[in-house]
């Protein structure tokens, strides 16, 4: 059988473009599985497991890495959240299409906090002073500066920086009020990157696995994709810290360091596309369009 | 119950911002939904049901609309294929995360193309001139020119004109060489669009209803989202051109017009947030963020 199509548009032979219409970088050709089979050990970090929470759906495990340098006050509430299973019997609320998933508890049926908060001050962005962005060339509609920094994808005006609601970027919904939010209730978005929530909300971390369990729940049919009924929803069956769990479930992740030399060819990577299907090798790519390597040690 | 977050983000309430970082646009506040109302009717088109089909699958009927002005020779295949009933029994063979869900025959089960052909001339861009393009102000990351034209979103290089890989958007899959797509095998954007294929593959329409059936297919776990297993597939019963659909089995939609005054005002309701939930304004909208309003007659 052949499926041609797009089948080989994301095959990673080497070609270059005789009659290319942007300049093709010169540098040597390797495609980006050559890329990272031939980066350093040391381009890698080990993802702290106090920093990725667990989220336990009948379908499967979805991991987020929480972004402890950019929300640090959500980060910690969300730790303190997951340690008193408050999530425990939470359940997916919303499912909007080309939008976000949405889950949380029902205020009918209330758990203990522990030691987390009910509201947090806004982290909505930080000053920029000291962050060290792996920057993107390429214009952005809605920032001055985009590129990468401490494994998330993030936009700047100069003096504050923000991460950017990049698909599988998690937020922490809010109420009309910026101290409203605390992360007890959060989103995953799953279409075109809505970039005018960037500094309207607290971005607190991304999805390193199980993406394809959010993203396919079916979408809810009340305003905004709410559902409807209770028995639409998804039960959550528990949300735990990884350094929570025993050694035997957690997945020891390493994540492409973003201010590593072969962060830099990946980018390249995906601004130039050398793959012998690609007519137009392109030479540009968008902040959300930069894949973030992830790979399970 | 209440469930807070993302809730308000687009409620349509009418809210300046008294410390806007962006300049808010001097003109009367109305909300998304004030605008469509107020529209003239003439601001509206009647879509044709000779560039609409209508795809049957199991969990209900997908519409796509044809751009008969962008890619004419894939529109008129498309319609001979759709005539010669080539797609009933076909299959969804792909859902690939964050990136397209693809449909067509397998090659085992072939069927005639009645006056359809196997391959077509490359329409991955057109001439420019003579397109009127209503443009967006903001700075996009891969053309000089954004905007959209006849119902659709385009980019530009002042010479060229192509519609953009936006989510809904739908495209005809093709091997390594320019003529080798028919649009007998068709695929739409489901995630961040892949701009990165603009001008590389013909986008021959996009979807108008129905989106919500294709995007949750489960994610396939061969490379590139394939299936499998033939049993992963989703049957498809039929596609048939609008034109040759009973009356009653129609959808008579009427798309706002991308060149109206109305679609201006929807594209600056997009650009400055004024719902009140928004505590900054925002000031900048990419291709891809507007909606293209369409209702049912």
Redesign the interface.
């Known amino acids: ?10 095959m990673l032979a080497a070609c270059a473009s005789a009659e290319a ?1 942007h300049p093709v970088a010169d540098a040597p050709v390797r495609s980006l599985g050559e890329i990272l089979e031939q980066s350093p050990a040391a381009d890698w970090r080990n993802v702290d497991q106090n920093n990725l929470i667990y989220m336990q759906l009948p379908a499967g495990r979805v991991i987020i890495e929480l972004a402890a340098d950019y929300t640090p006050l959500h980060t910690a509430n969300i730790q303190a959240l997951a340690r008193a299973h408050y999530w425990d019997g939470a359940a997916i ?2 499912s909007q ?2 939008y ?1 998933v ?1 889950w ?1 508890r ?3 049926d209330p758990r203990p906090m522990g030691e987390g908060q009910a509201t947090l001050a806004p982290e ?1 962005d930080r000053p920029r002073a000291g962050v060290n962005i792996t920057r993107l060339v ?5 920032a001055r500066e985009v590129g990468f920094a401490h494994g998330f994808p993030v936009a700047s005006n100069g003096r504050e920086t923000w991460m950017t609601h ?3 970027m998690v ?6 009020t ?1 101290d ?2 605390s992360g007890a ?1 959060l ?1 995953v978005v ?8 960037d ?3 607290a971005t607190i971390g991304r999805v390193l696995q199980g ?2 369990l959010l ?5 809810g049919t009340g305003p ?1 994709g ?1 559902y409807e009924t209770p028995e639409e929803r998804t039960t959550i069956a528990s949300v735990r810290l990884g350094s929570e769990l025993p050694a035997s479930e957690r997945v020891n992740f390493e994540a492409l360091r973003t201010d590593s030399a072969t962060f830099r060819d990946v980018i390249e990577s ?1 601004r130039f ?1 050398r793959e ?5 090798p ?1 030479g ?3 902040v ?2 930069v894949q973030l390597p992830v790979r399970v040690r």
């Open positions: 059988m052949r499926w041609q199509g797009l089948v080989a548009a994301l219409p609320v919303r299409e080309n976000v949405q949380g029902d205020e009918a909505f390429d214009p952005d509609t809605y990049c698909p599988g937020g922490a919904g809010r109420g009309d910026a409203s939010g209730e989103y799953i279409g075109h990157a809505p970039r005018h929530l500094r309207n909300i993406m394809e993203s396919v729940m079916p979408r905004l709410f995906r596309r012998s299907w690609f007519l137009d392109v540009h790519v968008n959300c369009n």
